[in-house]
């Protein structure tokens, strides 16, 4: 079975310049959930998408590839039927001229 959650969107800490560590910036989450489903066990996509805001707005990574890496570990332990995990985290507001952002793939 496969989940996906698509713009998931909020504001947050995320950077390592100065204006981004003082005043939160959207940020745009992809993530893609690849599981053995069966009717007693299952993953719920509403708690892995408040799982990941929740997270990142706690946590106010420097870089990307920190918070990527916390995020998957944080999934994985919280839901651990997940067999691969896809994690894409975009900031679509930093630059004027594109959407820039760093995608993590794992297989577990």
């Known amino acids: 079975m496969k989940i996906l959650i698509e ?8 950077g390592i310049l100065e204006s981004e560590r003082l005043t939160p910036q959207k940020i745009a989450i992809v993530c ?5 489903y069966t009717q007693n066990e299952f993953i719920n996509y509403a708690e892995v998408a408040t799982l990941i805001e929740e997270t990142m707005t ?3 990574f420097f870089l990307i590839e920190e918070a990527l890496e916390f995020i998957t570990e944080t999934l994985k332990n919280t839901f651990p039927l997940i067999s691969e995990l896809t ?3 975009r900031k679509p507001d930093i630059l004027s001229n594109c959407t820039v952002g760093v995608e993590q793939r794992t297989l577990f």
Do not use: G, H, Q
């Not at 713009?7 to 995320?14: C, K, M, P, S, Y």
């Not at 893609?32 to 053995?36: L, M, P, R, V």
């Open 87 to 89: 994690l894409c985290i």
């Open 58 to 60: 706690k946590e106010k």
């Open 7 to 14: 713009n998931l969107e909020f504001e947050t800490i995320l």
């Open 32 to 36: 893609t959930i690849d599981y053995a």
